[in-house]
Each structure stands twice: as structure tokens, then as C-alpha cells.
């Protein structure tokens, strides 16, 4: 690879988030299970947007949310994800560019409208979204930057992606683009339920393109079929192709480093009262990315992605509102 432009590349869903705090009798008024997310449309989106309290707008997405972490630690991440020329589009546009990410996917100017995430969080800082994809599942093998990809040290994937075809065969090709150029590939497992519904094809993917792999407890036993946790870290272990590190995050019992080699466990590291979940994953893997494209040892990796996390959930929305760089900084 010639000299990188970036540290990382995330290919994910351009999303304005909804936060508004929920009761548990609501979830079940919704048929929702907590911690969870769903798939809605349009209209459903629209119902639940009347039936909830007073609400935050902050732009979001998985993927997006870890370039918005990388880059508050002072890292030079980019973006590719599909909006709508509308007013939502607009303001995750403004939002991604302004805290420091490289955004220029070419949004769409008639059609499905900007993507929307209602997040509820309960009284015991569990989120459970409600996701209308909207534009963002336009995103297409045309929207593939390759020049951006190839001079990247980092292509991000996230999970969501594979509930679209058309978006998978495009982050495919994303890949083979970051392969060639000797670029790593990450995936974040996102969702149980995507892990459920595309395990197969999740599995091929990282045995072919993937090496760094994210997932939280319930993600990587689903994807192993395993009992326990500690059954899957086995299976992580011995699974062959590219794999070389698996980053596992168990909440509040903090986070696995997993290696053919090694096994790293890394605490919590909360800054204060947790408030709401929502990003936590998102911001680990900021962390996590931040340290390992600058060339930090796993351990420092790990414990960058716990500092992250520990900030994000101690106030409601999935992005950093203080500097990770100088809470970095603090660490040292």
C-alpha cells in the first residue's frame, strides 16, 4: 500500500438518530425486545415518532458513529453511506463533516427519504432501536470510492449492510479493493438477529476478507451456535481463514481480546453514571481502530476502545461530547 490517506474507511447506514427515553411497558406495547434492533418502514417509523415523549435529533449510524470516534481522537477517518437530498440528509451531511470526517457519498436526489433510527432507552440504559433504512439502503457498487478504499489502512464494515443485496455485493467488491491494495478488512457483527438471518454468508465473508472481527456476547455466540461465551472465544480461537484479531465486548464485564495467540481482558471503563448504552459497541471499535492503525500493541488497542465506550454511555446519544484525544491524553 503507498503512504494512506486515512486510518480507516467505514462503509454503513447514514442515519438521523431519535433518542427519547421509554419505560419497559412500552417496548412491550411495541412488541420490541429490549436491546434490540428492528426493522421498520416508512409509515411504522412515522406511528412510533407520534407515540414517543420528547426526543433528541443527532446524526448516528453504527459505522459513522465509530469515524465520529476515531476522529475525536485526533484519527483521519472517512465515510461512505447513502442519504437523501432532504432536510435529515442535510444535517447528517453537516454533522459527520463538522467533527472531523471525510464524507462525499452523492446523495440522492428523488426517492426514498433520509434514514431514520428511533432509539429508546430504558430506565437501566438498555437501548432498543426501530430503524427505517430508507436511502441509506441505495448504497450501491457506484458509490464504492475504490480510490478512497485502496488508500486506506482500514476498511470498516458494518453488519447491517448484509440485510440489503444489492449493498452487500457492493461491500464485496469494497474488500477485494482494500485486499489488493494491502489494506485490513473489520467487520463489526452489529445485531444477533443480522448474525441469525445472515450467518452463512457471515461466515464466508470472514473466512475470505475479514480480519478484524467485533461483536458483543450475544453476536459472536450466535454466529458459533455456541452455549456460552467462553465456547465461543473457543471457537474464535480455532477458527481458520484471515481472522487475526477478535475484539468481544461484554459490557460492563468490559471486553476479550481474542488471537491465536493470546487472550487479552480488558475492564469497563465507565466515566461516570451509565445513562444509555446506545454507541458503546460503536465507540469500542473507535478505540480499538484508533490505537491499532497507529501501531499500538492489542492491550492499548483494547483499553482505547473501553475509554471510548466508558465516555459514550454516560450521556444519552452514540457520539463523544468530549475529546477522546485528551481523555487519551489523560490515560497516559
Known amino acids: 500500500m503507498s503512504e494512506a490517506r486515512f486510518d480507516v474507511v467505514g462503509i454503513g447506514s447514514a442515519i ?27 409509515n411504522q417509523s412515522e406511528a412510533l415518532y407520534k407515540d414517543i415523549g420528547p426526543a433528541i435529533e443527532a446524526s448516528g449510524g453504527s459505522a459513522a458513529n465509530t469515524m465520529a470516534g476515531i476522529a475525536s481522537f485526533g484519527g483521519k477517518p472517512a465515510f461512505i453511506g447513502k442519504t437523501m437530498d432532504d432536510q435529515l440528509g442535510g444535517i447528517f451531511a453537516h ?16 426517492g426514498l427519504a433520509t434514514a431514520r433510527c428511533i ?13 427505517y433504512l430508507g436511502a441509506s439502503g441505495s448504497l450501491s457498487a457506484a ?22 443485496p444489492e449493498t452487500k455485493k457492493a461491500i464485496i467488491r469494497a474488500c477485494e479493493t482494500a485486499t489488493k491494495s494491502g489494506g485490513k478488512v473489520a467487520l463489526t457483527l452489529s445485531d444477533p438477529f443480522v448474525v ?57 464485564e468490559g471486553a476479550v481480546t481474542v488471537t491465536k495467540e493470546s487472550l487479552i481482558n480488558t475492564p469497563a471503563m465507565p466515566a461516570g453514571k451509565v ?13 480499538f481502530l484508533f490505537g491499532y492503525t497507529r501501531g499500538d500493541d492489542l492491550k492499548t488497542c483494547a483499553n482505547l476502545g473501553a475509554l ?25
Open 196 to 252: 441469525e438471518r445472515h450467518r452463512n454468508d457471515l461466515f464466508d465473508l470472514v473466512n475470505e476478507y475479514v480480519d478484524i472481527v467485533f461483536a458483543n456476547e450475544q453476536e459472536i455466540t450466535t454466529l458459533f451456535l455456541s452455549n456460552s461465551f467462553d465456547e465461543a472465544v473457543e471457537a474464535v480461537e480455532a477458527v481458520g481463514g484471515r481472522v487475526e484479531v477478535a475484539a468481544l465486548t461484554r459490557g460492563a
Open 275 to 287: 445513562v444509555d448504552t446506545t454507541g458503546a459497541g460503536d465507540l469500542y471499535a473507535a478505540g
Open 308 to 332: 471510548a465506550a466508558g465516555e459514550v454511555i454516560c450521556h444519552l446519544g452514540a457520539r463523544p461530547e468530549v475529546s477522546l484525544k485528551d481523555l487519551d491524553v489523560k490515560l497516559d
Open 119 to 131: 432509539i429508546l432507552v430504558t430506565p437501566d440504559a438498555q437501548r432498543t432501536m426501530f430503524t
Open 16 to 42: 438521523v438518530d431519535v433518542l427519547a427515553h421509554a419505560e419497559d411497558v412500552f417496548l412491550s406495547k411495541h412488541d420490541a425486545s429490549k436491546g434490540t434492533m428492528l426493522m421498520v418502514d416508512e
Open 95 to 110: 454533522d459527520i463533516r463538522a467533527v472531523g470526517v471525510h464524507y462525499d457519498t452523492e446523495p440522492l436526489s428523488d
Open 143 to 164: 458509490d464504492m470510492d475504490e480510490e478512497l478504499i485502496a488508500s486506506s489502512k482500514v476498511l470498516y464494515i458494518e453488519g447491517y449492510q448484509w440485510d440489503l
